[in-house]
């Protein structure tokens, strides 16, 4: 998963989202960071700094030694043989528009944390829905009442649901909504988002990680090897920049008691809001 999902996941598990302080009541942000707030972005600050340092000659050595050919399974974008979650960042989504002519929300939705998605290799499309958001018989998408619970600390008291970045929209069966069904080629190739185009690789805490890939392990040219080095260094420092722009904006919600109550009862009354946060602001969803 991309750096800026990692940090969000992270902070998902913690309790703490991003506001890192006790929940408060009342209408009125809070414009001032918190002291937890103001040390994550020195520690992204200075991960950034080193990022910058990395050697692309050795990340490249590195993969090499690895091994990687894509095997054009498609197996990636499908939610049947794993996470398939594509974390996007603001630019990431506007070349894709400049692409498809598509809207913003035509190509990602809200990032938020679902249950670990278990080995579903075999399974129907039937048996592997989305989970992060449920369609009436209005084709209207929200969050389900369940997952409305483990997001309590993300609502607002007026019940408005905070997320914090984008993941590209997948079908009802949880597949990349941009896979061809047949040929299991990408609509978007030449504007893919970076996760996509460096997969199954990733860094993290300035190291070089994998993900499942019937494709590791195969050789790979020096050619190939360092290209892919440089876009992976190219992601990882856009990611930290844009994690970091996140948190720089990010102004702190109020939260009450009913909050959770009013979400759950905001489908009912077609009156459902969510708030997503980025590097470059805010964006207010409303269903």
Not at 244 to 265: I, Q
Request: glycine residues 8%.
């Amino acid at each position: 998963m991309a750096s800026f999902a990692a940090c969000v996941s992270l902070m998902y598990q913690q309790g703490t989202s991003i506001r890192m302080e006790a929940p408060s009541t009342g209408n009125k942000p809070k414009s001032e960071k918190t002291s937890y707030q103001r040390l994550l972005i020195a520690a992204l600050k200075k991960e950034m700094e080193m990022a910058r340092k990395l050697d692309p000659e050795k990340l490249a050595s590195e993969i090499r030694k690895i091994g990687f050919s894509c095997q054009h399974c498609g197996k990636c974008c499908r939610q049947a043989f794993g996470d398939n979650r594509v974390a996007v960042i603001p630019s990431e989504v506007e070349r894709i528009q400049e692409y498809t002519g598509l809207s913003k929300l035509e190509i990602a939705g809200p990032f938020v944390i679902e249950d670990p998605v278990q080995d579903g290799i075999g399974k129907s499309e039937e048996e592997c829905p989305e989970t992060s958001l449920i369609e009436s018989e209005e084709n209207e998408e929200y969050f389900s009442p369940d997952l409305l619970e483990s997001l309590e600390d993300c609502i607002d008291c007026e019940g408005k649901v905070h997320a914090f970045g984008w993941i590209l929209r997948r079908e009802r069966n949880g597949d990349c909504t941009f896979l061809e069904r047949d040929t299991y080629k990408c609509q978007i190739y030449p504007v893919r988002p970076m996760l996509c185009s460096t997969y199954p690789f990733y860094i993290e805490g300035l190291r070089l990680q994998t993900c499942e890939c019937e494709g590791l392990g195969s050789p790979i040219s020096i050619e190939d090897s360092r290209k892919l080095a440089e876009d992976l260094l190219f992601r990882y420092i856009s990611e930290l920049e844009d994690t970091l722009g996140l948190y720089e904006n990010f102004v702190d919600f109020r939260r009450g008691e009913k909050g959770l109550e009013l979400a759950k009862k905001s489908p009912e009354n077609g009156t459902f809001t969510c708030i997503v946060h980025d590097s470059k602001g805010s964006t207010e969803i409303s269903g």
